[in-house]
């Protein structure tokens, strides 16, 4: 999942006053962004830093998976189509 289209999409619908949050909107994206970015893992006593897409299992992981098919389906699909989409983690 590409964050970097997600998290602009996130932000246009936050600055564009399609949500309501309840702390400031610089606030809220920067702790979307911190939380993102900061995954590490462990594989045979070495750690590791993800450096692309969102780690499975974390708790924001659907939520931005759900908000990136949002973003996908309004802004990237071009042709009018009947699709369905299913979500398993939500």
Known sequence: M????????IERKIYGNLTNIPIPKGHFLNIIR???????????????????????GRPLSPVLAYLFMEYFESEVLTLPREHLRYSSDM
């Open 2 to 9: 590409p964050l970097v289209p997600t998290l602009d999409f």
């Open 34 to 56: 911190i939380s993102i970015s900061n995954n590490f893992f462990k594989f045979e006593e070495l750690y590791y830093k993800q450096k692309f897409g969102i780690a499975m």
